[in-house]
């Protein structure tokens, strides 16, 4: 379950002496930024010029590095994580491509994870009351059987990915918002009775437990009985080809992925803070989850 700690940061965090309940956020100055490779991974550039970082322990014993950047600094704040890169790759034209590119050829041949398992997640748990957050081409929306009298929300970043999704389901005038997930939703008291995220959380920037404040943000838009279900391409734990592996480190250099870090147990674990039932299934290199309360 536990992330295992960097040779050199255990004598790090015993020095410190972090408390053993609750989470205990402590500045350190880290004088040997080489002892620390994920978070050199996660911004090097910036790292180096700013080596400090929040140490956090919380009672199950998970660490966590987090470094003081303009990109990562906490995880509930977008003014402190550079969100603009995870969407900025969805103009119209790579819209159009999306579809043949990535659900079409990617998830079959590279990730393994092909597009039937998640459309099939999508028609288990949606309902008639359903809120799809990161809608990209809105191709499962366009796909999945509805319930009659449907009522369809759509949250996403990008204007072109809400207009390309919205107009694939005419039938149902969707409500858009123009949104960042890392904000709180504005979304008044409204309450769904199902939320998706499909393929968004490996595009947001950070580490699983700087995106865990979207679950966060969609459990407060939940009714009691509702479900939060999607699935993610994980960089680490589930297996990988060479060209699995050469492409998602592509997408992480150039910021249209960040989930070098994204595991298994951590994403169980930052999805059990919110929900009391989580259920994950893997196939290929995606993990589709689903929680409830
Ligand atoms: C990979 S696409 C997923 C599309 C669709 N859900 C699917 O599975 O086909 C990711 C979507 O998330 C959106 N997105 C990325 N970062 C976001 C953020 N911080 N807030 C809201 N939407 C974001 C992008 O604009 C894009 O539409």
């Not at 470094?67 to 969805?90: E, F, K, N, R, W």
């Not at 699935?231 to 910021?255: C, H, Q």
């Amino acid at each position: 379950m536990c992330p295992p700690l960097q040779a050199g940061v255990a004598e790090l965090a015993d020095a410190l002496d972090l408390g053993s309940s609750g989470v205990t956020p402590v500045e350190v100055r880290v004088l040997s930024p080489a002892l620390f490779p994920e978070m050199s991974k996660v911004n090097p550039g910036e790292f180096k010029i700013n080596p400090r970082c929040t140490v956090l322990r919380d009672d199950l014993g998970y660490h966590q590095f987090i470094p003081h950047t303009s990109y990562l600094m906490t995880a509930t704040s977008s003014q402190a994580i550079d969100t603009h890169a995870g969407q900025a790759v969805y103009s119209p034209f790579v819209l159009k491509l999306y579809d043949a590119w990535v659900l079409g050829i990617s998830n079959r041949l590279i990730w393994k994870c092909p597009t039937k398992h998640l459309l099939a997640m999508y028609q288990q748990h949606v309902t008639s009351n359903h809120l799809d957050v990161g809608v990209g081409t809105g191709y499962f929306l366009k796909k999945t059987r509805w319930p009659i009298n449907t009522q369809l929300a759509l949250m996403d970043m990008n204007p072109n990915s809400l207009a390309t999704a919205a107009a694939r389901v005419p039938g149902l005038t969707p409500c858009t918002f123009e949104a960042d997930v890392f904000e709180p939703w504005s979304l008044g008291d409204k309450l769904f009775d199902s939320i998706s995220m499909n393929y968004l959380l490996h595009c947001l920037p950070g580490n699983l437990q700087n995106k865990s404040v979207v679950f966060e943000h969609a459990k407060a838009h939940l009714t009691s009985g509702g479900t939060l279900f999607g699935s993610t391409l994980l960089g680490k734990d589930l297996p990988r080809s060479s060209t699995a592996k050469r492409l998602m480190d592509i997408y992480n250099r150039k910021g249209i992925f960040s989930n070098t870090e994204d595991s298994l147990d951590i994403l169980e674990h930052v999805l059990s803070q919110y929900f009391a039932k989580v259920e994950i299934q893997t196939r290929g290199c995606c993990a589709i989850f689903i929680a409830s309360q």
